[in-house]
Structures are given as C-alpha cells and as structure tokens.
C-alpha cells in the first residue's frame, strides 16, 4: 500500500513518535523509509560583517541538531530492524522543503508529529503540519503528541 514514506524529523519527542509509526508501517507494508531535517538557510535579515558572522554560526548549530535528530530517527528504525535513508534538506520555508522533498522521492506518504501548538503560539510560530496537510499531493498522517 505505501512504497515509500517520507518522516520529517526535528528531534522533539512528537517527530520520534512518527518515527514509531512510520516503523510499523514499514514492517506491515515493507515499506522504504526516508528521514528528513529541513534546514531554513536564511532565517536572519540584515547587512555587514556581523551578520555572515552569525549566520555561518547558525548554519553549523543548525545542520549540527539536524544531524542529531536524524541519527535519533535512525537508532530507532534500526533497533526494528529497518535501513533508511536520510537528507538535510536545504530550504526558506519548511513545509514547501517537506512537500518539495516527498514529491522529489516519489513518497506515497509522509508522517510526521503536530506539537499541537494554539493561541499566540500558533500565529508565531504558524503551524508546519497544517500547511503540509494543505498542499502535500499524498496522504499525510499526523501524529500528536502523547499526553
């Protein structure tokens, strides 16, 4: 039924439970598993030296957690005894990175965590999941986190 599902992982305790779901339905569909930790490589504005100062400290902190959370994603697929594969996905809006990446794999399906954000929170920070939910061409599982 699922060839091919794609898991964006940001280290948080929600993604690692996509990551549990994502490997039953490998193992009931043998399915191909892909982690993936989308990078925003311009999340600052502004001019002159401080600024190539901090981002290249952004960028090395940055693809440092995202290497962390995939190899996170990576032990526990292992320890069910499934390989995936696993990209650092460059991209300046996250949910396009996600639906860009899915569609570029041919992933029939992505699953990925909701941290159930509301209120101010979720006008700040806008909601990953719900804009992936609008524009993925496949089927999205979402999963909450435990309460």
């Known amino acids: ?9 940001d280290g948080s305790e ?14 009931a569909f043998g399915s191909r598993i892909t ?15 401080d600024y190539a100062l901090g981002q290249n400290e952004y960028l090395a902190a940055a693809t440092s957690s995202a290497n962390a959370a995939l190899a996170r994603g990576v032990a526990a697929l292992a320890a069910e005894g499934l390989h995936s594969d696993q990209r650092v996905i460059d991209g300046h ?6 639906v860009d990446t899915a569609v570029a794999l041919n992933a029939d399906l992505i699953v990925m965590g909701s941290h159930g954000r509301s209120g101010i929170e979720k006008l700040l920070l806008g909601s990953v ?12 599982l979402v999963v909450k986190a435990e309460p």
């Open 1 to 9: 039924m699922f060839n091919h599902i794609l898991v964006p992982v």
């Open 14 to 27: 929600t993604s690692m439970i996509a990551v549990s779901k994502a490997s039953g339905l490998a193992l």
């Open 35 to 49: 982690l993936i930790h989308v990078i925003d490589n311009y999340p600052f504005i502004g001019v002159g030296a």
């Open 93 to 98: 809006v996250v949910h396009e990175g996600i």
């Open 129 to 140: 999941t719900q804009r992936v939910l609008q524009e993925a061409p496949m089927p999205v």
